[in-house]
């Protein structure tokens, strides 16, 4: 959030004018840690990630990006230049609160999370197309994958940056944008919870079919991302593979403010 300028003030002592020091500004997070490569991806576990996929639909990368990163990625959003389009929410019965979608070039961080979570997660979502009958195999690399995505006219970058404040709430949702769909995607909390807000417990949904309804609230920490299933995935039952379909969302916050980094690695028609 961009600060007021402050100007200097003057204070009369013993009939003397002096000059008052003007305050200290606050500390402003630093750009460069927007050309960083994320600093937790080299430490996850990716076993597990694939298990915890496959068990609940979705897995935490605990520490993914730093605070500073954090910090960085959240100061972009009044940086309008670095932006595409914004959406307000409320306009378009998704919820409350905001979110922009980032323009090419994407900030060289952006990029990397992009690139390297993709090279990880396209076996697993190999694999799954599998395992339900779905010819759709993705390349190795995700410039491979938008190459695919920018041939059928899907050319607008998709990474957002979502605020939410008091009262703003996110509706269950699938983001799809097109023919050609990554079928995994991430979110980064880029704020600490309890100190920065409260509420705001980010939401998955998986509607089974003849079952009702199952429930995930995923607890995230500052710099934590939640890599979740777009859209469908396998789940292994008595009679065979089924699908799930899936929705995620954000509950009412009910104090602070809340930035929140969404990857998604298809682009939009």
Not at 59 to 81: E, F, H, I, R, T
Request: aromatic content about 8%; hydrophobic content about 35%.
């Amino acid at each position: 959030m961009s600060s007021s300028e402050h100007h200097a003030a003057r204070q009369t002592t013993a009939g003397v004018d002096t000059p008052r020091r003007p305050p200290a500004r606050a500390a402003q997070p630093s750009t460069l840690e927007l050309d960083t490569p994320p600093v937790g991806l080299a430490g996850q576990d990716w076993a597990e990630v694939a298990r915890a996929l496959d068990d609940e639909g979705c897995a935490v990368l605990p520490g993914l990006l730093s605070d500073a990163q954090c910090d960085a990625l959240a100061a972009c959003y009044d940086d309008n230049a670095r932006f595409r389009s914004r959406i307000v929410m409320s306009r378009h019965g998704f919820g409350r609160g905001e979110y922009q979608y980032f323009a090419y070039p994407l900030p060289g961080l952006i990029q990397a999370l992009r690139e390297q979570t993709y090279a990880y997660l396209a076996p697993i979502a190999n694999r799954w197309n599998a395992a339900m009958g779905n010819p759709v195999r993705y390349p190795p690399t995700h410039a491979g994958f938008l190459r695919r995505c920018h041939q059928r006219g899907q050319a607008r970058p998709t990474p957002l940056l979502l605020r939410y404040g008091p009262g703003d709430y996110n509706c269950l949702h699938q983001d799809l944008y097109g023919e050609h769909v990554f079928p995994l995607q991430i979110a980064i909390l880029l704020s600490r919870p309890g100190r920065d807000y409260a509420g705001g417990e980010f939401v998955l949904t998986e509607q089974r079919p003849r079952m009702q309804s199952r429930v995930e609230v995923v607890p995230l920490d500052k710099g934590d991302a939640v890599v979740f299933a777009v859209n469908e995935r396998p789940v292994q039952g008595t009679r065979g593979v089924y699908r799930v379909k899936l929705r995620h969302g954000v509950s009412r916050l009910r104090e602070g403010r809340r930035h929140v980094m969404g990857v998604i690695f298809h682009d939009a028609a």
